[in-house]
């Protein structure tokens, strides 16, 4: 069933936009300029081309070209949308096609994988959803090219999502992870780790994986001390479930709250709220002072430190070994000690803090619904190299807290060699640490596993999948 990429129009003239049919004797008519698929098409390259982070671009480009509102919506849903979906678009232009899309110029490739979402996952259609891609290749790739598009759309519309899986995907039987990451759009490598971090149930890890591919409420988080969760609501937001200090974002652009403009709220995970919360909670005897924050950029986290400890009395210092990322921290705190510092080789004394935040650097996995190319560009072989910067950063931590003083160690991953396989081995080489019930601090929450690490879901409560440990210096 493949299209040739060679010559000319498989499948007969697309629908015309205006004007006369092509085919039909006429001239073609002039390709018409949509800005938001231009605009989706331009990310996607932008990704390929420059490892651009799709989150960080998006806004910059929508202003530049001046969309707002619902051309801004259709532009970021065509672009995020693709970018989650592509492993799954992929296998459909591959059976639609006589070559594998790893041959398919890359551009082309980009353009003809917009129009596969706007076909298989969005209600446009499909004439539409061709049309207009013919007409971006034309305008953006070259007419030779466009028939080549035309060709494999023509294909790819003949069946819904639904009917291309069987088609596309293997035997959920035979190769359960191989469909897990056909369907869900995963690499195979995190639908096999995603599947054992949630104890091996297939069910289970395919509302997972179905989860990464939504699209996340925006959450806020209203600094103690400064501003409140009825500020926030009272501006359009709504209480959060869990966390005190959160409230969802419906709809809008978090800047128009005036609470987030000037700097007294901010866009937090309801999830990482809850981990630093956590750690605030477990009581220690004697002094409760000094706190650390060890790897604090860009300073979600330390946000939330700073004014819990501004409003007890604490004192908080935040490190981060890169200068823009320990910037970053300065900015989002108030009263905390900001520091450039390697937690591996630390510029403090040892065995002084009460309380010690270390939010690991991970692979990612547990926010894969807010950065959709994250997927496509871990390797694997990260994997054993982050495990071992984990494990130096958790030894550092516990020997930055006294005798006596709580230890939180995060991820905001849930693959197990980054969560409890690394906590593990840390405590199995040392006398001096307690494990504590992490989940009996979030008392709140529900689904967090059954001890002593607590493990968030985006399938579960709407957050990303962080983990926490909370161990005690003994
Ligand atoms: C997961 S992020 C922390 C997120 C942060 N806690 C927040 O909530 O915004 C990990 C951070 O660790 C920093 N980092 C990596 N290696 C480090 C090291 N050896 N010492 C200190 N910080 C490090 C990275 O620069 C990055 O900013």
Not at 176 to 196: E, F, M, Q
Not at 341 to 352: F, H, I, L
Not at 394 to 399: C, E, I, K, V
Not at 426 to 451: C, Q
Request: proline share 7%; charged share 25%.
């Amino acid at each position: 069933m493949g299209a040739s990429s060679g010559g000319g129009r498989a499948g007969g003239g697309r629908p015309a936009t205006g004007g006369k049919r092509p085919g039909a004797g006429g001239r073609r008519p002039k390709p018409v300029r949509d800005e938001a698929r231009n605009v989706a098409y331009d990310l996607m390259r932008a990704v390929d081309e420059r490892d651009a982070y799709a989150n960080l671009l998006m806004p910059t480009l929508l202003r530049e070209r001046g969309l707002t509102g619902r051309d801004a919506a259709l532009a970021t849903e065509l672009a995020y949308g693709t970018l989650r979906g592509l492993g799954t678009y992929d296998e459909i232009i591959a059976a639609c096609s006589d070559r594998p899309p790893e041959e398919i110029d890359p551009p082309l490739l980009d353009a003809i994988r917009i129009g596969v979402h706007q076909l298989l996952k969005m209600r446009v259609p499909p004439h539409a959803a061709v049309s207009a891609t013919v007409d971006l290749v034309r305008l953006r790739v070259g007419t030779g090219a466009s028939k080549f598009a035309n060709a494999i759309l023509r294909k790819v519309a003949t069946r819904d999502f639904d009917q291309w899986l069987p088609i596309v995907a293997p035997d959920v039987e035979e190769d359960p992870v191989g469909h897990l990451a056909v369907a869900y759009s995963h690499p195979r490598w995190i639908a096999s780790a995603l599947r054992d971090a949630v104890g091996g149930d297939l069910g289970e890890a395919a509302d997972l994986l179905a989860a990464d591919n939504e699209r996340p409420a925006v959450t806020l988080v209203a600094w103690p001390g400064r501003s409140t969760v009825g500020e926030l609501v009272e501006s359009g937001a709504v209480a959060a479930r869990y966390s005190p200090y959160a409230a969802y974002m419906p709809e809008g652009d978090p800047a128009s709250i005036e609470a987030v403009a000037q700097g007294r709220a901010a866009v937090q995970d309801e999830a990482s709220q809850l981990v630093a919360l956590a750690l605030t909670r477990v009581p220690v005897e004697g002094s409760d002072d000094l706190w650390l924050d060890m790897c604090a950029g860009p300073g979600g986290k330390a946000g939330l430190l700073d004014a819990l400890a501004v409003q007890n009395d604490r004192h908080l210092l935040a490190a981060d070994q890169r200068f823009h990322r320990a910037r970053l921290v300065w900015r989002a705190t108030r009263r905390a000690g900001v520091i450039t510092a390697d937690g591996t080789e630390p510029a403090w004394r040892p065995g002084v803090f009460d309380r010690v935040l270390v939010d690991a650097p991970c692979t990612g996995l547990g926010a894969l619904r807010r950065r959709p190319e994250a997927r496509w560009r871990r390797s694997p072989d990260s994997v054993p190299e982050l495990g071992a910067l984990q494990r130096r950063l958790l030894g550092s931590a516990l020997d930055a807290a006294r005798p006596g003083g709580v230890v939180a160690y995060v991820t905001c991953s849930p693959h197990l060699a980054e969560t409890r396989v690394v906590v593990d081995d840390v405590v199995k080489h040392r006398s001096d640490v307690e494990v504590l019930d992490a989940p009996a601090y979030l008392r709140e929450v529900d689904r967090l596993g059954e001890g002593p690490y607590a493990q968030f879901w985006p399938h579960h409560h709407g957050t990303d999948a962080m983990f926490l440990s909370l161990l005690r210096r003994t």
